[in-house]
């Protein structure tokens, strides 16, 4: 994130990071551990949780009710963020001095930035950061070494399918490469089934699988540098590699391998059409298997997007789920309670729906997620090279764009050159600004 882009808003959020954000509080005690209940004649605080929950809302209902119950001195109230991105919602936040006591981040540079500015709590010193998964700490530092957040799960995208209507179309394994899902795209709907859902009304979900899988495939192998280059502003997207995963959607879409209402469909419609067994195939991400693996109606299968070129190998994407983070506020002692509470007790209650795979090392149990979720990571773990989701390598206002430009695609206002073109110079223009 650049400095010119929190200009405006940082010094009155620096103020709510003194205490300035709300009225000052009582305080929780912060001796009080999670789940132990206060005195009843205790003034209760009232924090602020903005959360990004787009597939369990009721479920972050169900543990900020448990854990006021657990702690009667702390009541949570429970924000849920809309639109395309959890910074869209977040930036007016910082900008008004409205900072949240508890939020929904992402793992990239817009959060770290506001970390090292003092917007953010370094969490290292809970026991959720104790027991988050080793591999998935080094998304959540920030350059200074702040500890900044405690992620919501191990991401990776992937596709789901129905494995009944693979079979009926004269499908028998999964496809190898883009050319076979092609193929494969081709036999499903002479079949008569909708191949593919794309929720053109939420780009969020295209970014995150079609996307993260085309920059993986196309950009990672051939420069292993990356992320240095999108810090730096000097990554490559104005050639064919780059039309190429701009290129892929709109090849998909232009063939009719997607459902008809293309743009005017959202994040749960994609998940009721695979469940009702209108739709072949879901590009998701683990985060949506205890909705996906288990319709009653058949059984689903799951595996790596082939977004590779032929005779390559496939380059899977994984790293952090969204996850959460402390604002330095007033209530500050109270939300590292309940980010506790929501990372600790309370993860069973959203895992027993999303059955995702588990942030923290050593879980038992319910938290270990669906068996073929796990062995998908399994999988994934062991190749070579991987790519990252989207929202977790650029920059936050180049996040925005790429939903916008996605949609100028599916709808033919813009070539894939110009969408790669234009993603390009926004990266270059974000890392100019930083480096300020």
Not at 100 to 114: G, I, T
Not at 377 to 396: I, N
Not at 411 to 422: F, V, W, Y
Request: charged share 20%; net charge neutral; glycine share 8%.
């Amino acid at each position: 994130m650049s400095s010119r882009r929190i200009a405006q808003g940082f010094a009155v959020v620096m103020a709510c990071a003194l205490g300035a954000c709300k009225p000052a509080q009582p305080s929780a005690p912060d001796a009080a551990a999670p789940g132990a209940a206060a005195s009843s004649t205790a003034v209760p605080v009232t924090i602020t949780a903005m959360v990004w929950a787009p597939d369990w809302p009721d479920e972050m209902q169900r543990v900020a009710a448990e854990f006021t119950r657990l702690n009667p001195d702390i009541k949570v109230d429970v924000q849920f963020m809309i639109g395309n991105s959890v910074e869209e919602n977040l930036k007016p936040k910082v900008a008004s001095r409205n900072l949240p006591d508890l939020m929904s981040v992402n793992p990239n540079a817009y959060a770290a930035e506001l970390a090292d500015q003092g917007v953010l709590a370094d969490v290292g010193d809970s026991a959720a950061w104790q027991r988050l998964r080793p591999g998935l700490k080094a998304d959540w530092m920030s350059p200074n070494g702040k500890r900044f957040g405690i992620s919501g799960g191990v991401a990776a995208t992937l596709i789901y399918y129905n494995k009944s209507m693979f079979r009926q179309a004269g499908i028998s394994r999964a496809p190898a490469d883009f050319n076979e899902f092609l193929s494969d795209c081709e036999k499903l709907k002479k079949a008569g089934y909708t191949p593919l859902y794309l929720s053109g009304g939420f780009p969020n979900l295209i970014a995150n699988g079609a996307f993260s899988s085309g920059f993986a495939n196309n950009i990672v192998p051939a420069a292993p540098d990356w992320k240095a280059r999108i810090a730096d502003g000097t990554l490559v997207l104005d050639s064919a590699a780059g039309a190429d995963i701009f290129g892929k959607i709109q090849t998909i879409a232009q063939r009719g391998y997607t459902q008809p209402n293309l743009m005017h469909s959202g994040y749960d419609d994609g998940i009721n059409a695979f469940v009702d067994s209108k739709t072949a195939m879901a590009f998701q991400g683990t985060w949506a298997a205890g909705s996906l693996m288990h319709p009653r109606n058949f059984e689903t299968g799951v595996f790596v997007p082939p977004w590779n070129a032929h005779g390559s190998a496939s380059v899977p994407v994984i790293g952090s789920e969204t996850g959460f983070a402390v604002g330095e506020t007033a209530n500050k002692a109270a939300a590292m309670r309940f980010l506790e509470y929501l990372t600790g007790a309370g993860f069973a209650i959203q895992q027993k729906k999303r059955q995702n795979i588990a942030p923290f090392a050593a879980d038992k149990g319910a938290q270990e997620g669906d068996p073929a979720i796990l062995a998908y990571l399994a999988q994934v773990e062991r190749a070579p090279v991987t790519g990252s989701p989207y929202y977790s390598m650029l920059p936050a206002n180049s996040i925005d764009l790429l939903h916008q430009l996605i949609q100028d695609v599916l709808s033919n206002k813009l070539t894939p050159r110009q969408a790669a073109q234009k993603l390009e110079a926004s990266i270059r223009d974000e890392a100019r600004s930083n480096n300020k």
